[in-house]
C-alpha cells in the first residue's frame, strides 16, 4: 500500500528501540517497501479489527 507523495500529510513523532527499528527498516527495504508503509499497514489492520472487551477488573 503505497501512500501518496504530496507532501501534505502531518508527520508524527514516534519513539521506538534503535535496534527494532533497524530490523524493521532492513526487512521492509529487503521487501521493496518503505518503514511508512510497514507502519500505515499495520496502523490500519490496527483500527480495522473490534476492540477487545474490558475485564472486568479494571
Known sequence: MA????????LRNIRVP???WAAAKEKA???GSTLTDVILTALQR???TPRKPRSPDG
Open 18 to 20: 534503535d535496534g527494532l
Open 3 to 10: 501512500r501518496p507523495a504530496t507532501g501534505k500529510t502531518k
Open 29 to 31: 527495504a529487503a521487501e
Open 46 to 48: 490496527y483500527v480495522s
